[in-house]
């Protein structure tokens, strides 16, 4: 009830007008990606969600995104985000 709480008076309100959604076109997205090698559906979502968006995933975890053509920045090695 505690974690409820706090997510529901303090994370959703400060956030809430940068999170984007998972819609029929994330979702659609998301399932391509997992033909013909399934994936982590965490991973998929993420991906799918910046490339319907037209952007970049920043995350130490490269190697999982690759596969899935998004272009990805490790804020941790200060190289150039890939395309």
């Known amino acids: 009830a505690h974690l409820r709480a ?3 008076e303090q994370v ?3 956030f809430s007008e940068r999170m984007l959604p998972v ?3 994330v979702a659609r997205r998301c399932a391509r990606l997992h033909v013909p090698d399934p994936r982590s559906e965490r991973d998929a979502l993420i991906a799918a969600t910046a490339l319907t968006h037209g952007l970049i995933v920043v995350t130490r975890n490269i190697a999982d995104f690759q ?3 998004v272009g990805t920045f490790d804020p941790w ?3 150039v985000p890939s395309a």
């Open 67 to 69: 596969p899935t053509g």
């Open 77 to 79: 090695t200060f190289e």
């Open 12 to 14: 959703l309100p400060a």
């Open 23 to 25: 819609n029929v076109a």
């Open 6 to 8: 706090w997510l529901e």
